[in-house]
């Protein structure tokens, strides 16, 4: 098949969940024959080439000249792909931002539109523009998907269409686990950004400053942009801010972690966390969005909600689990469920054919 994927922001320029899920579905489908053109965007001169997997990456120049009318470079990167979506002859489009569906739709492609948040009602675009840009995107593209049962569940209670899930993945190999149990003092990952209000890092910082109490050996490494901000002297001596460091160091701090913990707002999915089970290390989230849906009893642990206390108690019972030694190999065994290869990219090619042939009921697919 030749399939578009349209994006405005590429990897590792951008290093979010998106961007990693761009990098990864280009690869595989690439790595397995299929004629893939990623439409991406630029700040500088538009370009065009091939990745190591086969990929043509096309970047055009993000449109800021709707700036002015409190439009982002996300709402009008459907300007500067729509050129390139007529130029592609794409069987599909795979679209993962509003405008970039439309601009599919506009071109006379067959668009899947993965809505890449948690769409719950509370979530959706205050401003004008950007609403409609969504609610129009879900009602014109051929069909529609979400990274998670529960944001399925939101977007067809909001909009009335029911979507088909096609979740993100791990590349196995990128992420070999540490198949050991964790002993000894207890290391706390946060993997995610503290710029981002989302991730909920001062939940985060609270819960651990509780764990303290109950485990005074017990450190944190903050792993993403950004920092904590001041904290008291003693709690300061047991955070690590490690900062973004490169993609392959990465790997190394999941099996370095005793447990990994993602506390997200109206998170769709919580790549961080599929990626530290296929390291082997166990997982802690909140019971927000699509979260939940990663995470078992032998591998994490759910807070019963989202205060620091109940985060607190989740901790600090993955910590116990993270001491067994069938943890590391069941944690592994858990992510296979997210292996490109054998999983998450056969789900999408099938998606992508049932949209190319126009097949009905594509969300039964899920």
Do not use: N
């Amino acid at each position: 098949m030749r399939i578009a994927l349209v994006h405005p922001y590429p990897w590792p320029e951008v290093r979010r969940g998106a961007e990693r899920y761009l990098e990864d579905l280009s690869a595989y489908l690439a790595g397995h024959g299929h004629e893939v053109t990623v439409v991406t965007g630029t700040h500088g001169r538009p370009t065009e080439e091939r990745t190591a997997s086969g990929a043509l990456v096309v970047r055009r120049r993000l449109v800021r000249r709707g700036e002015r009318f409190g439009l982002s470079e996300v709402e009008t990167f459907g300007v500067a792909a729509l050129a390139p979506l007529r130029a592609t002859g794409a069987d599909v489009v795979h679209a993962l931002v509003p405008s970039a569906a439309l601009a599919g739709r506009l071109a006379g492609r067959r668009t899947l539109y993965t809505v890449l948040g948690h769409p719950s009602p509370e979530q959706l675009p205050e401003r004008v523009v950007p609403r409609r840009l969504l609610l129009g995107a879900v009602r014109r593209a051929t069909a529609v998907a979400t990274l998670s049962r529960a944001s399925a569940e939101a977007l067809e209670a909001v909009v009335g269409r029911r979507p088909v899930v096609l979740t993100p993945g791990v590349r196995l190999e990128q992420f070999p686990p540490e198949l050991a149990p964790r002993t000894g003092p207890p290391t706390v990952l946060l993997s995610a950004s503290l710029k981002d209000p989302r991730k909920r890092g001062p939940l985060v910082l609270d819960a651990f400053a509780r764990l303290r109490r109950r485990r005074p050996d017990v450190r944190l490494v903050l792993s993403g942009e950004g920092g904590p901000g001041a904290l008291d002297g003693d709690l300061a001596s047991a955070v690590e801010v490690a900062g973004t460091g490169s993609p392959e160091e990465v790997p190394g701090r999941y099996r370095a972690a005793t447990v990994t913990v993602l506390a997200s707002a109206h998170e769709a999915f919580g790549l961080a966390l599929v990626e530290s089970l296929a390291s082997g290390t166990p997982v802690v989230c909140t019971p927000d969005g699509g979260m939940p849906e990663i995470v078992d009893p032998t591998v994490g642990t759910v807070a019963r909600h989202s205060s620091a206390e109940a985060l607190c108690d989740a901790l600090d019972d993955a910590i116990d689990l993270a001491a067994d030694p069938a943890t590391p190999a069941r944690c592994v065994e858990r992510a296979r469920r997210w292996d490109w290869g054998t999983a998450v990219g056969p789900a999408h090619v099938e998606v992508y054919e049932a949209v190319r042939t126009g097949r009905r009921e594509i969300a039964a697919l899920s």
